[in-house]
């Protein structure tokens, strides 16, 4: 009957227009329609003839082209290869140099394609949506609130099924943007959409017409197998024929998390970027969003502790978070070192702590606690691109003595809140059955 592109990842889309030329028939959606969401100048057009809000972006193949869009659309801006995989030689820039630097890597990594320009939305929201439609029914499998901010790859993201902060209005609004896309390019099968939130505006990042890794997840989150369901519409069978008319919003929460291999390469450094890290998944269902997220912390192997000393160390940008975060802190009973700039952040809003020597001037200082192991838990959200030697010695001994570690301010503050909700409520021990039996 022909060949199915869209359940392999990226490199089927790749290969979509050279089958087709080749003579090859493929099922589902057309290839024509996925060049037009691969190609960023046909999906530029795309947004604007349906009306929708996309970040300012360009592409360009020369340093001196990229410099000069850059400079326009102003930083900072996220720069990667278009047709790439797992976020390869993607990179957030923040200035001329930098974006020199990334230039030459990333014509390496896809020399035939021009290198995708898109301003970077600091402090936003991202969401990933997966969505099915057989051509007459657009259904939303599921949407997923990332917990880090935009910036991280979204396989490197924790994430939330049902949204666990977004209001009603903006959840709808990203549906009815989904159903746009999917009825214009055509959809036939799986489709996954990226968006992210910034005061109260959407923004699409990208959309793939295929299916993306998050579909086993959102398949387990709400009890339907959404690629056997794909698969029969390229098949040529209905949603209705198939008896899925509506769409599924758990009573539950289902929370994804990102299992990493950094125990297996010592001295690695543990930030997470726009580049993927992640070489698995595990996932915590609950009745509320923070056990859901423990469940989900504990299974990727981040033994939380209940009690203890925590070493928080925050980047200047993130230290206007410390006050709330040690205030959480100290109400659950923690004790806390931090480093003598997030110190005296927490000093000036009632925080106590007890103010740790940098590396190399003095001791005690942070690697000599963590490797007495008088610190249970470490919040260390990293200083800048190239972060400095002390945060990266820091961070690989941490996990070199499997010392639980966050490296971003929304994974500390659901943390704090998945503690929080176990401690006060307990969590539900139940099936996956159980959960969607109701």
Request: hydrophobic share 40%.
């Amino acid at each position: 009957m022909g060949v199915i592109v869209q359940l392999g990842g990226q490199t089927p889309l790749n290969l979509s227009l050279p089958l087709k030329n080749a003579g090859v028939p493929i099922l589902g959606t057309a290839p024509e329609q996925i060049d037009r969401a691969e190609d960023r100048k046909l999906f530029s057009e795309l947004v604007r003839k349906l009306g929708l809000r996309q970040t300012e972006n360009d592409t360009a193949v020369s340093v001196g082209e990229a410099l000069e869009k850059a400079q326009r659309i102003g930083y900072p801006v996220l720069v990667r290869p278009s047709y790439v995989l797992g976020g390869r030689a993607m990179e957030i820039v923040y200035d001329d140099s930098e974006l020199v630097a990334f230039m030459t890597l990333a014509t390496e990594a896809s020399p035939e394609r021009p290198v995708l320009i898109d301003k970077f939305l600091e402090d936003a929201i991202e969401v990933d949506v997966d969505a099915i439609s057989d051509g007459e029914i657009t259904l939303v499998c599921g949407v997923m609130e990332h917990i880090e901010q935009a910036g991280v790859h979204s396989g490197d993201s924790a994430c939330s099924l049902p949204p666990y902060s977004l209001p009603d209005y903006i959840v709808n609004e990203i549906k009815r943007q989904t159903y746009l896309l999917a009825k214009e390019l055509e959809v036939r099968g799986l489709m996954n959409v990226q968006y992210a939130v910034k005061n109260d505006q959407v923004y699409i990042l990208e959309v793939n017409p295929r299916a993306s890794r998050t579909v086993p997840f959102v398949g387990k989150a709400t009890g339907i197998p959404w690629a056997r369901v794909a698969t029969k519409i390229m098949l040529g069978k209905s949603l209705k024929e198939q008896g899925i008319t509506s769409e599924v919003t758990p009573k539950h929460v289902a929370v994804k998390e990102a299992v990493f291999p950094f125990v297996r390469f010592p001295g690695v450094d543990v930030v997470l970027g726009p580049e993927m890290k992640s070489t698995g998944e595990v996932m915590g269902i609950d009745l509320d969003f923070g056990n859901a997220f423990i469940k989900a912390q504990i299974a990727a192997g981040q033994n939380l502790p209940e009690s203890g000393t925590v070493f928080l160390s925050l980047a200047d940008r993130d230290k206007r978070d410390a006050a709330e975060i040690g205030k959480k802190l100290r109400d659950l009973g923690f004790d806390i070192v931090a480093t003598e700039g997030t110190a005296a952040v927490l000093k000036a809003a009632g925080v106590e702590a007890k103010v740790l020597s940098k590396i190399g001037e003095g001791r005690p200082d942070a690697t000599d606690l963590l490797k007495n192991g008088e610190i249970k838990l470490v919040i260390n959200t990293p200083s800048g691109k190239k972060s400095r030697k002390h945060e990266i010695l820091i961070r690989s001994t941490v996990v070199a003595r499997g010392i639980p570690i966050i490296t971003t301010v929304a994974g500390a503050k659901a943390t704090l809140m998945g503690i929080e909700t176990t401690r006060d409520h307990g969590a539900t021990v139940r099936s996956l059955q159980e959960y969607h039996a109701g």
